[in-house]
Every structure is written in structure tokens, then in C-alpha cells.
């Protein structure tokens, strides 16, 4: 049996505060780099990185695996989705300007996207996708992919179970958050298991 370890850990805080980036390419604040900082133990370990290409997600990859030594690797694909007509703005800009249309995203994104936004069906299938693709590659190692928090619900969405037109309301996914996923593949097939979620 071979067992593949990965920790998911969300960027900090970006400069501008909390609002919806999706692919608006805002680096960390300094509040951001502390909260990635204060995320990340001295006794933590991985075998390689890897990293959204997000300048809030690679410039904090770029800078721990130069100082722990380990390989790193962009993945193009677990980019945070798209939020259309939404990028830039704040929640309560969004509400202002589209009245019921946030409510309706969060209590079912699949059918209420943001106008001109990344489909969800289309955000999960590349997300789970690459996900899959590195959980191959990478098999037996410990890994740390550093990313977004709507990489994280998809993937989280896909190992519990929860419907995708749920995954933003299943549970919160605040900046700098790390969960851990097991992966056991053996001749019987494989099993992926959620082995910590930590605010």
C-alpha cells in the first residue's frame, strides 16, 4: 500500500482585504505573510510543493521551499474560479449591486453563479482534475499545496461528499487554513480520507 499525504493551506490575506479576487492577481499584506507565517510550524515536513500561480499563493511557495530545499512545482490549474462581473469587489459591494444574487450564489453556486463568472461544474472538473493528476505523480509523498479557498472546498467536496452545489456553504475556509487529506492506493483501490480541518 502506498499512503500520500497533503496538506491544503489556503493564502493569507491579500492587500485590499477580504473581497472577491478570483483572478484579480493581488499580492499578500503584510498581515497575509504573517498569517502564512504563524500557519507554518518549524517541524513541518514535505517533500515538495506545490503551488497556485497566484502571486498570494507563489511568492509564499517561492520563499519556503528556497528555505526548506524542496522541490516546487506551479500548477496552473488550481488557480482560485473566476468571479466574473464580482472580481475586485467586496461582499457588501456585491450586495449592494446585485441585491439577491450573492444570497442565491451561496446557497447554490451551481445554478447562481456570478454574471460572467467561472462555471462551478467547470472550477471542480480542472480542480479535481490537477488534483488528481499531482496525487499520482507525486504518490508517497508528503506534499503541501498552497492555494485558494474555493481550490480547497472542491477538493474537501470531493473527498466528503458534499454537493457541489453546496461546496461554498459546507464549511468555512478562512485565510491561512490547513487541512490534511490521506490517500491510501493499494491493489483494492484507493481510499482518501480527511484527517485534520484547521481554522
Known amino acids: 500500500m502506498t499512503t500520500t499525504l497533503v496538506d491544503l493551506i489556503r493564502h493569507g490575506e491579500p492587500e485590499g482585504g477580504p473581497r472577491f ?13 504573517q498569517q502564512m507565517q504563524a500557519a507554518i510550524a518549524p517541524d513541518d515536513q514535505w517533500d515538495v510543493i506545490v503551488s497556485s500561480p497566484m502571486t498570494r499563493c507563489l511568492r509564499f511557495a517561492e520563499a519556503l521551499a528556497e528555505q526548506r530545499q524542496i522541490p516546487l512545482h506551479i500548477e496552473e490549474d488550481l488557480r482560485e474560479i473566476g468571479f466574473g462581473e464580482w472580481e475586485g469587489l467586496t461582499a ?67 473527498i466528503l461528499g458534499i454537493p457541489l452545489e453546496k461546496s461554498f456553504t459546507g464549511f468555512a475556509v478562512p485565510y491561512a487554513c490547513r487541512s490534511q487529506i490521506r490517500i491510501d492506493q493499494s491493489d483494492f483501490g484507493v481510499f482518501r480520507s480527511l484527517i485534520s480541518l484547521t481554522p
Open 21 to 33: 479576487r478570483g483572478s484579480q492577481d493581488d499580492p499578500l499584506s503584510e498581515k497575509g505573510w
Open 92 to 158: 457588501e459591494q456585491v450586495q449592494q449591486r446585485y441585491g439577491e444574487q450573492l444570497n442565491r450564489f451561496w446557497q447554490d453556486s451551481v445554478n447562481h453563479p456570478p454574471p460572467g463568472g467561472e462555471a462551478i461544474r467547470d472550477f471542480h472538473e480542472r480542480v479535481t482534475g490537477s488534483f488528481s493528476h499531482w496525487q499520482q505523480k507525486l504518490a508517497g509523498q508528503k506534499i503541501l499545496v498552497v492555494c485558494h479557498g474555493g481550490v480547497i472546498r472542491m477538493v474537501l467536496a470531493d
